[in-house]
């Protein structure tokens, strides 16, 4: 079984122009967990498959270092790091069948023939791609899913110690990629190699990571897990990139938010915020409304009109108005909301916990 | 009723055209040179040229010379279309410096010779057999470099990334992955190299001295110095079947895998 490596970035830099937009990565540092699943999300540009480039080897920074289990690999070329890479267009030899595209590293390696038949099997299995049927297949003979596999396993021929994927399922159907979703998951914890995946997806970011890196405009804007940046964003692009929120502008005045009876302390985010006068945003995610009065106190009510009514499946967006000048979006289960017609007015409940505040 | 809509008669005419052209300029005058053989023995002539041991010895100095040439204007054009195409980064510059290999194509092939006679005397390689291989090279070149170059111009540079993160250093990627994919350009360099030098007898009647008598130069001999069309023609037709059977295997085989 193979362990994997301690991914360490230090402040690395990377500019340059491709296709007439300027890539760029300013000052990026983050360390991956040995045996880790990590994942880089941010939108198109950010950085993050330069980054990825920059960790296989086949990018040079402009600044700053790399290290792998704490050895500096910076100046290492691709071919002598123990990775194995997926990328977005998979990039399978096209002229090789199945068998020789997984077998590939392992000729280079110079492995013996019966052994690399072995590891073929092995890996083949592992994807679950059975060796009989598959192994001598052309690659064009494979449908997407198939294809996906097969660059996997030939990523993971060689046993590396850290695993690349770039977007690797972003051209496959919803259900194949949540099915590849969950084996590359399964996979991930059997083989324990640290792997790093680049996505624009926050699905497939939350459903895969141990820890992720939101990064916007070349700079990592946090690190953590789904949930702690889920729930507690860093700031509001990363609220609003992981996921639907409410964003509401209001004034602060002596440390203390007061907006159509909702009273928000600063202090209760940062000490030194006791005395804050200025702008702020609130920000509030959707399901954080709900129709029903929570248990406990501390709830705030707010009458407003339903503007709209979105059916979702199990659940059903609210837009509301009437509060405030905001137009508030809410999710409640469809069960609840199935009721409401809209231009009624109804009552909604916020708890003020639920409510983030950032300096505008 | 048939899904398939009949071709425009306007749009026959496109391809009659040149058809009829190349019928009348080429296949017609074949047919011609092979009654011309035909009519003073008819088959024993080509039995008579077939096993007559001049005629073979010169139709297999002609293959070797042919196998030669092609052999060394790959080994010179290979290592000049591959930098060309990965090591040159800037568009204009490829194009300049591909054009610079290119263009004495388009000159004419005497006037080239005459000064190439000037350059191989001072090298004391006139009329001997490297001096005669010299020329074929300089003149075959850009015909192997160009299928070449455009054949490493399509292989996606995606999948030499993906053989460096799998281990290979770049003579691994380019025997294992650059190599392969380019069988179809390397191909078609190699069967018009072959083809074209096979029957070439311009360069070697001019460079070659004693080693310039290809089967070319016996035919033009056997028409113009010594009169004899049957045989000529008997011969020409032999060699121009030998060249449609390398072209048919060619076109059978020589295309390489198919994406």
Redesign the interface.
């Known amino acids: 079984m193979s362990r994997g490596v301690e991914v360490r970035v230090e402040n690395v830099s990377k500019a340059f122009r491709d296709r007439g937009v300027t890539q760029a990565l300013k000052g990026v540092s983050l360390t991956v967990r040995r045996g880790e699943l990590f994942s880089i999300l941010g939108p198109s540009g950010c950085g993050k498959t330069t980054l990825l480039r920059i960790l296989a080897g086949l990018l040079k920074p402009d600044e700053g270092r790399i290290f792998f289990d704490g050895v500096d690999v910076t100046d290492t070329p691709a071919y002598e790091r123990p990775i194995g890479m997926v990328f977005q267009d998979l990039a399978l030899f096209p002229h090789l069948s199945v068998y020789r595209n997984v077998s590939f590293s392992l000729e280079i390696a110079g492995w013996p023939s019966d052994r690399i038949e072995k590891r073929v099997r092995e890996v083949l299995q592992l994807v679950r791609l059975p060796f009989e049927e598959f192994a001598h297949r052309k690659i064009s003979q494979l449908s997407g899913g198939q294809q996906q596999r097969v660059a996997i396993a030939r990523a993971l021929a060689r046993e590396p110690k850290l695993l690349l994927l770039d977007e690797p399922f972003s051209h496959l159907d919803y259900k194949i990629r949540i099915e590849l979703i969950r084996e590359l998951k399964r996979l991930q914890r059997d083989t324990g190699v640290t792997t790093i995946y680049v996505t624009h997806d926050r699905n497939e970011a939350m459903l895969l990571s141990d820890r992720l890196a939101v990064m916007k405009d070349g700079v990592v804007q946090q690190v953590g897990t789904p949930e702690e940046v889920y729930r507690s964003p860093a700031n509001a692009f990363v609220a609003s990139f992981m996921g639907e929120v409410n964003i509401i502008s209001a004034r602060a005045v002596n440390g203390v938010v007061k907006l159509g009876g909702l009273e928000i302390s600063l202090d209760r985010f940062s000490p030194n915020l006791g005395n804050y006068t200025g702008n702020v945003l609130l920000l509030l995610r959707p399901e954080s409304i709900s129709l029903a009065p929570p248990a406990g106190d501390g709830a705030l009510k707010l009458r407003v009109q339903l503007a709209e009514k979105l059916f979702l499946g199990p659940y059903t967006k609210l837009l509301l108005e009437g509060w405030e000048d905001v137009r508030l979006e809410a999710l409640a289960p469809t069960r609840e909301a199935m009721p409401l017609e809209p231009g009624s007015v109804v009552d909604v409940y916020v708890e003020a916990s639920e409510v983030k505040v950032y300096l505008d | 009723m048939s899904r398939r809509a009949p071709l425009p008669s306007a749009l026959v005419l496109l391809a009659a055209v040149p058809l009829a052209y190349v019928l009348a300029t080429f296949y017609l005058p074949l047919l011609v040179m092979l009654a011309e053989s035909l009519k003073p023995q008819g088959l024993s002539l080509y039995v008579y040229v077939l096993f007559n041991p001049d005629y073979a010895a010169i139709m297999a100095y002609s293959l070797v010379l042919a196998v030669v040439t092609t052999a060394s204007t790959f080994l010179v054009a290979l290592p000049a279309a591959y930098y060309l195409s990965f090591h040159v980064e800037d568009e204009k510059r490829k194009s300049r410096l591909l054009a610079a290999f290119t263009v004495p194509m388009l000159v004419n092939f005497l006037l080239k010779a005459y000064a190439l006679m000037n350059v191989l005397s001072v090298l004391g390689l006139a009329n001997t057999y490297l001096g005669m291989v010299v020329g074929m090279v300089y003149e075959y070149l850009p015909y192997m470099l160009l299928p070449l170059f455009s054949s490493f111009e399509r292989v996606?540079r995606?999948?030499l990334?993906?053989?460096?993160?799998?281990?290979?250093?770049s003579h691994?990627t380019f025997l294992?992955?650059v190599l392969?994919?380019s069988l179809p350009g390397i191909a078609s360099g190699v069967a018009l190299v072959f083809l074209m030098s096979f029957t070439e007898f311009i360069v070697p009647a001019m460079l070659g001295g004693v080693y310039g008598y290809t089967m070319g130069y016996l035919i033009w001999d056997l028409f113009l110095k010594y009169r004899n069309w049957p045989v000529g023609s008997a011969l020409a037709f032999m060699v121009t079947l030998v060249s449609l059977a390398i072209v048919y295997f060619y076109t059978r085989w020589g295309l390489?895998?198919?994406?």
Do not use: I, T
Not at chain 2, 161 to 169: F, N, S, T
Not at chain 2, 256 to 259: F, L
């Open positions: 996606e995606r999948l990334e993906a053989a460096q993160a799998l281990g290979a250093r691994h294992r992955v392969p994919l390489g895998y198919e994406a």
